[in-house]
């Protein structure tokens, strides 16, 4: 086998690597920690997956802080071309594999297991065996040498497929073993049953067999004799036991029938005793029928009735008589009754009407003198009215007085008034009213001529405003020329005084403001006397005014005079109507008095009837109450007739009834004397006897019956034991022969067993005979090429794998005794020597796995390493397809084909791989 190509990927230190691997020896080669067994273990991980983890888990294998890994493995076997691809995925804290494939030239195999057992086949190895022999790991330089002989032959004889011999050995063995065991089981078996068939045949079973089967022949017929006796007790018994019942039934019937006469007897008595109380009932009945009879003909007499009053009660015979009667009187009582009901309703009516008149009668008085009081007030306030109005009529008077003396006055008043406007008016200035010529006013022109006076005066006033404005204009204009002139300035044109025209501008001016002023006082005087006049015009106005009303008042008051004059003349009428009223008034009244009177008179003796009709009506009750109880005393009377007849029925029912019991009674009795004389004492007493003997005999034969059959059953049970214990000894006899049977077939198949046990333990004694002198050889071969110079002859390999090494001076040495470097080198030479057994073969060479060897070199000094190198170099020489060699040592890069330097990143902190070539080795040595 060799491996062509490696890839990993976050795979421990490595983050993304791939590498390819060439035949012949290869030296992997870098620093402590650079990633070199690594390397190595990515390749065993990728054949064997989990199984090389020895003690790790998956989750080891992950580059620390990476979820997946990837692992892939291409080599090449026996001339065919293979490729491993295992996917690792991390989850939570366990990692699992979630793919691998194995490709070969032919199939494609899935999944871990069955990649492996695939691996394990083709390479005739199982990890374990894969680093026992092609793979040293570092640190287990020295693991054969350690190893006790036993386990060394274990580790040596599974790699030379030995251990599959020795576990079929121990198999056929085991096979062997087990059917001994049930060989002798089967033996102790078979010596048992056939004990048991000889104690059986001693026991003479057909003999007992007779003899039991005649006793039983005997037992039978006893029996059968027994049985036919006890059916003749039986028969005896029972015809007693019949006698003796039937005089039991008959004892019991007697007895009954004592019962039943007792019982008619006292139900005879019983109904004896009603009939008698029946008997005084209808005598208290009678009784009270003759008292009512008596209170019947008092009411009779009372009500005067027409009816026969002698009623004979105490005789039966005289009672339909009696009933006719008594219909007859309630006939007369019903129409008397009804007579005096009819009475009674019309006296009820009459009482009403009474009523109702006394009632409407009382109510004309009342209405009567409320009408005549009313009539009397009526008067007397028409007589109050009327003095109301004559001292009205004084008032009026004095009225008309004061209105009178008042409108003189209000004359007086207007007169003083006008003669105001006839005086003359004062004289004023004639040019300063314009249109006022006329010196007097009129009564009625005042208002007007105030008027014209106000507008004269407003205008008087508007043309003194004009004046006082064109005085201050002018003013103005002679101030300025004044300052113009002293600055020697025109004062109208501002020009220098010499050349100016109008330098006397200023006289002219000044005259005009003097004229001025003179027509604003002229105006201001004129406006003095047109207030005057005003004032005096105003104040006739106020007369003018005054006289107006004045007449308007004096107008009202004569018309109110008037007024009065004509209510005063109407008044006095209406006191002469109320006088004559009051008079007629007083007259009705009286009218109205004396008809009240009389009509009360007519209510006394309305009252009087009213008394008369309730006697009456009281008499018409008292004879109703009476007629009453004469009807109540009839239906008591017929009542008390009829119960008297239901009872004397009910005695003659009662009577005919004891007579049929005493017929049934006198029946009974005659009953009873005929069973009483039927049974005879001595026929009792036989039957009695004969029954108790016959009872004797069944119980003691039942007894001996009981017993026979007992006896009758053991026997027969005895028959079926001996009957059995017949076949039982057939059924044995068939048993000795079928164990003897497979007792012959397990002896056979142990003798078979042995046979093969033995076969598998001389032919893996064979091999590993014939393979430990292989081996031996080669040993011996390679311990020569690493020792030749030193002071050791030869090694022995024994049967048992006990290994001893051999010095020049033929002293024997153990492999512990040998110094460390050593113990590698012997190590390393018995692994080299075990490849070659392997690779050569027990028949002919067998494709190997690289020889991997992680720092071969730890415990070696120089000049042994060059030894190391030797041994290298004949494997390639024996070989041995492709070696690497793992480690950190320089020197043995001189036995390299090629190189591999694995470098550690140190910011990712990721393993790289770089392929070398020699010269670079040399290099790396001249260093
Ligand atoms: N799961 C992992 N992820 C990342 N790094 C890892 C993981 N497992 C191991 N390592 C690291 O891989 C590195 C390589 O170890 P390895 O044994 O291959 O080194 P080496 O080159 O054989 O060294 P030496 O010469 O000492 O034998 C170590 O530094 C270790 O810390
Ligand atoms: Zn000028």
């Given at each position: 086998m060799?491996?062509?190509?490696?890839?990993?990927?976050?795979?421990k230190c490595?983050g993304?690597?791939?590498?390819?691997?060439?035949?012949?020896?290869?030296?992997?080669?870098?620093?402590?920690?650079?990633?070199?067994?690594?390397?190595?273990?990515?390749?065993?991980?990728?054949?064997?997956?989990?199984?090389?983890?020895?003690?790790?888990t998956?989750?080891?294998?992950?580059?620390?802080?990476?979820?997946?890994?990837e692992?892939?493995?291409?080599?090449?076997?026996?001339?065919?071309?293979?490729?491993?691809?295992?996917?690792?995925?991390?989850?939570?804290?366990?990692?699992?594999?979630?793919?691998?494939?194995?490709?070969?030239?032919?199939?494609s195999?899935e999944?871990?297991?069955?990649?492996?057992?695939?691996?394990?086949?083709l390479?005739?190895?199982d990890?374990?065996a894969?680093?026992?022999?092609?793979?040293?790991?570092?640190?287990?330089?020295?693991?054969?040498?350690?190893?006790s002989?036993?386990?060394?032959?274990?580790?040596?004889?599974?790699?030379?497929?030995?251990?599959?011999?020795?576990?079929?050995?121990?198999r056929?063995?085991?096979a062997?073993?087990?059917?001994?065991?049930?060989?002798?089981?089967?033996?102790e078996?078979?010596?048992?049953?056939?004990q048991?068939v000889?104690?059986?045949?001693?026991?003479?079973?057909?003999?007992?067999?007779?003899?039991?089967?005649?006793?039983?022949a005997?037992?039978?017929k006893?029996?059968?004799?027994?049985?036919?006796?006890?059916?003749?007790?039986?028969?005896?018994f029972?015809?007693?036991n019949d006698?003796?019942?039937?005089?039991?039934?008959?004892?019991?019937?007697?007895?009954?029938?004592?019962?039943?006469?007792?019982?008619?007897?006292?139900?005879?008595?019983?109904?004896?005793?009603?009939?008698?109380?029946?008997?005084?009932?209808?005598?208290?009945?009678?009784?009270?029928?003759?008292e009512?009879?008596?209170?019947?003909?008092?009411?009779?007499?009372?009500?005067?009735?027409?009816?026969?009053?002698?009623?004979?009660?105490?005789?039966?015979?005289?009672?339909?008589?009696?009933?006719?009667?008594d219909?007859?009187?309630?006939e007369?009582?019903?129409?008397?009754?009804?007579?005096?009901?009819d009475?009674?309703?019309?006296?009820r009516?009459?009482?009403?009407?009474?009523?109702?008149?006394?009632t409407?009668?009382?109510?004309?008085?009342?209405r009567?003198?409320?009408?005549?009081?009313?009539l009397?007030?009526?008067?007397?306030?028409?007589?109050?009215?009327?003095?109301?109005?004559?001292?009205?009529?004084?008032?009026?008077?004095?009225?008309?007085?004061?209105?009178?003396?008042?409108?003189?006055?209000?004359?007086?008043?207007?007169?003083?008034e006008?003669?105001?406007?006839?005086?003359?008016?004062?004289?004023?200035?004639?040019?300063?009213?314009s249109?006022?010529?006329?010196?007097?006013?009129?009564?009625g022109?005042a208002?007007?001529?105030l008027?014209?006076?106000?507008?004269?005066?407003?205008?008087?006033?508007?043309?003194?405003?004009?004046?006082?404005?064109?005085?201050?204009t002018?003013?103005?204009?002679?101030?300025?020329?004044e300052?113009?002139?002293?600055?020697?300035k025109?004062?109208?044109?501002?020009?220098?005084?010499?050349?100016?025209?109008?330098?006397?501008?200023?006289?002219?001016?000044?005259?005009?403001?003097?004229?001025?002023?003179?027509?604003?006082?002229?105006?201001?005087?004129?406006?003095e006397?047109?207030?005057?006049?005003?004032?005096?015009?105003?104040?006739?106005?106020?007369?003018?005014?005054q006289?107006?009303?004045?007449?308007e008042?004096?107008?009202?008051?004569?018309?109110?005079?008037e007024?009065?004059?004509?209510?005063?003349?109407?008044?006095?009428?209406?006191?002469?109507?109320?006088?004559?009223?009051?008079?007629?008034?007083?007259?009705?009244?009286?009218?109205?008095?004396?008809?009240?009177?009389?009509?009360?008179?007519?209510?006394?003796?309305?009252?009087?009837?009213?008394?008369?009709?309730?006697?009456?009506?009281?008499?018409?009750?008292?004879?109703?109450?009476?007629?009453?109880?004469?009807?109540?005393?009839?239906t008591?009377?017929?009542?008390?007739?009829?119960?008297?007849?239901?009872?004397?029925?009910?005695?003659?029912?009662?009577?005919?009834?004891?007579?049929?019991?005493?017929?049934?009674?006198?029946?009974?009795r005659?009953?009873?004397?005929?069973?009483?004389?039927?049974?005879?004492?001595?026929?009792?007493?036989?039957?009695r006897?004969?029954?108790?003997?016959?009872?004797?005999?069944?119980?003691?034969?039942?007894?001996?019956?009981?017993?026979?059959?007992?006896?009758?059953?053991e026997?027969?049970?005895e028959?079926?034991?001996?009957?059995?214990?017949?076949?039982?000894?057939?059924e044995?006899?068939?048993?000795?022969?079928?164990?003897?049977?497979?007792?012959?077939?397990?002896?056979?198949?142990?003798?078979?067993?042995?046979?093969?046990?033995?076969?598998?333990?001389?032919?893996?004694?064979?091999?590993?005979?014939?393979?430990?002198?292989t081996l031996?050889?080669?040993?011996?071969?390679?311990?020569e090429?690493?020792?030749?110079?030193?002071?050791?002859?030869?090694?022995?390999?024994?049967?048992?794998?006990?290994?001893?090494?051999?010095?020049?001076?033929?002293?024997?040495?153990?492999?512990?005794?040998?110094?460390?470097?050593?113990?590698?080198?012997?190590?390393?030479?018995l692994?080299?020597?075990?490849?070659?057994?392997l690779?050569?073969?027990?028949?002919?060479?067998?494709?190997?796995?690289?020889?991997?060897?992680?720092e071969?070199?730890?415990?070696?000094?120089?000049?042994?390493?060059?030894?190391?190198?030797?041994?290298?170099?004949?494997?390639?020489?024996?070989?041995?397809?492709?070696i690497?060699?793992?480690?950190?040592?320089?020197?043995?890069?001189?036995?390299?084909?090629?190189?591999?330097?694995?470098?550690?990143?140190a910011?990712?902190?990721?393993?790289?791989l770089?392929?070398?070539?020699?010269?670079?080795?040399?290099?790396?040595?001249?260093?």
């Amino acid at each position: 086998m060799k491996v062509d190509r490696i890839r990993l990927l976050n795979f421990k230190c490595y983050g993304d690597a791939d590498l390819e691997l060439d035949r012949g020896v290869t030296v992997v080669h870098g620093v402590n920690g650079s990633g070199k067994s690594t390397l190595l273990e990515g390749v065993f991980f990728a054949l064997y997956g989990s199984k090389a983890l020895a003690d790790r888990t998956l989750d080891d294998v992950i580059t620390t802080g990476e979820e997946e890994s990837e692992i892939e493995l291409w080599f090449t076997h026996d001339g065919r071309a293979y490729h491993v691809e295992r996917h690792l995925k991390l989850r939570g804290d366990r990692a699992t594999t979630t793919k691998c494939v194995l490709e070969t030239p032919t199939e494609s195999i899935e999944g871990a297991r069955d990649v492996r057992r695939e691996v394990t086949t083709l390479l005739r190895m199982d990890a374990e065996a894969f680093v026992n022999c092609a793979y040293v790991r570092q640190g287990e330089v020295n693991k054969l040498i350690h190893a006790s002989p036993s386990d060394r032959q274990d580790m040596i004889d599974d790699l030379l497929q030995l251990g599959a011999l020795e576990e079929y050995r121990e198999r056929a063995s085991d096979a062997r073993l087990g059917v001994k065991t049930v060989l002798d089981g089967q033996r102790e078996v078979l010596e048992n049953v056939r004990q048991q068939v000889e104690e059986k045949e001693d026991g003479d079973l057909h003999d007992r067999l007779n003899a039991l089967e005649s006793r039983n022949a005997e037992l039978t017929k006893e029996l059968d004799n027994y049985e036919t006796q006890r059916e003749q007790a039986r028969e005896t018994f029972e015809t007693a036991n019949d006698v003796l019942e039937r005089h039991a039934e008959t004892r019991e019937e007697i007895e009954e029938l004592d019962e039943e006469i007792d019982d008619f007897r006292s139900k005879i008595s019983e109904t004896e005793r009603q009939r008698e109380d029946a008997h005084e009932e209808i005598r208290e009945k009678s009784d009270r029928r003759e008292e009512l009879d008596d209170e019947r003909e008092a009411l009779l007499s009372d009500v005067d009735l027409d009816v026969d009053r002698n009623v004979n009660s105490d005789d039966g015979d005289d009672g339909d008589d009696t009933e006719d009667a008594d219909g007859s009187t309630l006939e007369a009582v019903e129409s008397r009754t009804e007579t005096l009901e009819d009475r009674d309703d019309e006296l009820r009516d009459d009482l009403e009407d009474v009523r109702v008149e006394i009632t409407e009668t009382n109510s004309d008085i009342e209405r009567l003198r409320d009408d005549a009081s009313d009539l009397e007030s009526q008067a007397e306030t028409a007589r109050e009215d009327a003095e109301d109005l004559a001292s009205k009529l004084e008032t009026d008077k004095d009225a008309i007085e004061e209105r009178e003396e008042k409108l003189d006055e209000l004359d007086g008043k207007i007169e003083t008034e006008r003669e105001r406007f006839s005086e003359p008016e004062t004289a004023t200035p004639p040019q300063s009213v314009s249109d006022s010529d006329g010196l007097s006013i009129a009564l009625g022109d005042a208002e007007a001529a105030l008027e014209a006076l106000e507008a004269d005066r407003e205008d008087l006033t508007d043309k003194i405003g004009d004046i006082t404005a064109d005085i201050r204009t002018i003013e103005n204009a002679i101030e300025e020329g004044e300052t113009l002139l002293e600055e020697g300035k025109c004062p109208e044109c501002g020009q220098s005084v010499e050349d100016s025209p109008h330098v006397d501008v200023l006289s002219e001016k000044r005259d005009e403001l003097a004229e001025r002023r003179e027509t604003l006082e002229e105006r201001e005087t004129e406006r003095e006397a047109l207030d005057e006049r005003i004032e005096r015009v105003e104040s006739l106005r106020e007369a003018e005014r005054q006289v107006d009303r004045l007449e308007e008042n004096r107008d009202n008051i004569a018309r109110l005079l008037e007024e009065k004059r004509e209510t005063i003349s109407d008044r006095r009428e209406q006191r002469e109507q109320l006088r004559a009223d009051a008079e007629e008034y007083e007259a009705d009244a009286e009218d109205k008095r004396e008809r009240a009177d009389e009509l009360e008179e007519s209510v006394d003796s309305l009252r009087g009837d009213l008394g008369e009709i309730n006697g009456e009506r009281s008499e018409i009750r008292e004879m109703l109450e009476r007629l009453s109880r004469v009807v109540d005393v009839e239906t008591e009377r017929s009542e008390l007739a009829s119960g008297i007849e239901t009872l004397r029925e009910r005695r003659d029912d009662w009577q005919t009834m004891n007579d049929e019991r005493r017929e049934t009674l006198s029946g009974k009795r005659e009953r009873k004397r005929d069973l009483e004389s039927e049974f005879d004492d001595e026929r009792v007493e036989t039957a009695r006897q004969d029954k108790r003997d016959a009872e004797d005999y069944l119980e003691k034969v039942d007894a001996k019956l009981e017993d026979l059959r007992e006896a009758r059953t053991e026997v027969q049970n005895e028959i079926g034991a001996v009957e059995r214990e017949l076949e039982e000894l057939e059924e044995l006899r068939d048993r000795v022969k079928a164990v003897e049977a497979r007792c012959e077939r397990l002896q056979s198949l142990y003798d078979e067993a042995e046979t093969l046990q033995a076969t598998y333990a001389d032919l893996r004694a064979e091999l590993r005979q014939h393979n430990v002198e292989t081996l031996d050889r080669l040993l011996n071969e390679t311990f020569e090429l690493v020792y030749q110079n030193d002071s050791y002859a030869g090694i022995d390999l024994d049967g048992e794998y006990r290994l001893t090494v051999y010095q020049k001076d033929g002293e024997a040495l153990e492999p512990e005794q040998l110094s460390g470097g050593e113990r590698a080198l012997f190590n390393l030479s018995l692994r080299c020597a075990i490849y070659r057994l392997l690779a050569e073969g027990v028949e002919g060479a067998a494709p190997m796995p690289p020889l991997i060897l992680d720092e071969p070199t730890v415990f070696l000094d120089s000049g042994h390493i060059t030894q190391l190198v030797s041994l290298v170099e004949s494997m390639r020489e024996h070989g041995v397809e492709q070696i690497v060699v793992v480690s950190h040592d320089e020197e043995l890069v001189g036995a390299a084909d090629s190189l591999v330097r694995v470098r550690k990143d140190a910011t990712s902190n990721r393993s790289r791989l770089e392929r070398g070539r020699p010269p670079e080795i040399d290099l790396l040595v001249s260093d």
